[in-house]
T-cell receptor, first 116, second 110 residues
Framework: NAGVMQNPRHLVRRRGQEARLRCSPM?????VYWYRQLPEEGLKFMVY????????ESGMPKERFSAEFPKEGPSILRIQQVVRGDSAAYFC??????????????FGSGTRLTVV | TQLLEQSPQFLSIQEGENLTVYCNSS?????LQWYRQEPGEGPVLLVT?????EVKKLKRLTFQFGDARKDSSLHITAAQPGDTGLYLC??????????FGGGTRVLVKP
């Protein structure tokens, strides 16, 4: 009964390259969320997706960042032309279909992106 | 300004001491959650509080939701080194999006 799986755990990219972060939600979870965490800080919301739909992308930078959650396969967070300021830990979380406010999230272990 | 303000930002105590972490907001929430995050890992849900004035206990951890549902506290009794970590409060504001406080980093020294 695997939890939320993220890969890779660590990713090093040179400035200008593309970074692709993958997230497989818990079995039965249809809601996926991406968060970014800088050292010594809390988590900042980026995007909320359901299968084939972006529900809320209010936390996504307007340029270079995109996310998808296809019908088949993991959710992908893509960062094009990475810059040093993109270095952070990126966490994915999933939840059940929710009808109430009290549903908790299950988080993956994160992908630590380092841009050199 | 953050939707959820946590205090203190950092707390260092000796094993066996008690500590309290606070989470405050000017907004009213239907529920509030507490997570703990250890280095190199994702946050793990500890508890969800729903009712104003509610108190929940999880072993040596006591969680309280304010009567007005705007604030919450986490109290740890007789802290142990295993309690070391980043404690985060979180709440859903609009839609299904969970918003986190800035976190309180707790260090329990043996």
């Amino acid at each position: 009964n695997a939890g939320v799986m993220q890969n890779p755990r660590h990713l090093v990219r040179r400035r200008g390259q593309e970074a692709r972060l993958r997230c497989s939600p818990m079995k039965g979870h249809s809601h996926v969320y991406w968060y970014r965490q800088l050292p010594e800080e809390g988590l900042k919301f980026m995007v909320y997706l359901q299968k084939e739909n972006i529900i809320d992308e209010s936390g996504m930078p307007k340029e270079r960042f995109s996310a998808e959650f296809p019908k088949e396969g993991p959710s992908i967070l893509r960062i094009q032309q990475v810059v040093r300021g993109d270095s952070a830990a990126y966490f994915c979380a999933s939840s059940l279909i929710t009808s109430g406010q009290s549903d908790g999230y299950t988080f993956g272990s994160g992908t630590r992106l380092t841009v050199v | 300004t953050q939707l959820l303000e946590q205090s203190p930002q950092f707390l260092s105590i000796q094993e066996g001491e008690n500590l309290t972490v606070y989470c405050n907001s000017s907004s009213v929430f239907s529920s509030l959650q507490w997570y703990r995050q250890e280095p190199g890992e994702g946050p793990v849900l500890l508890v969800t509080v729903v009712t104003g004035g509610e108190v929940k206990k999880l072993k040596r951890l006591t969680f309280q939701f304010g009567d007005a549902r705007k604030d919450s506290s986490l109290h740890i009794t007789a802290a142990q080194p295993g309690d070391t970590g980043l404690y985060l409060c979180a709440a859903k504001a609009a839609g299904n999006k969970l918003t986190f406080g800035g976190g309180t980093r707790v260090l329990v020294k043996p």
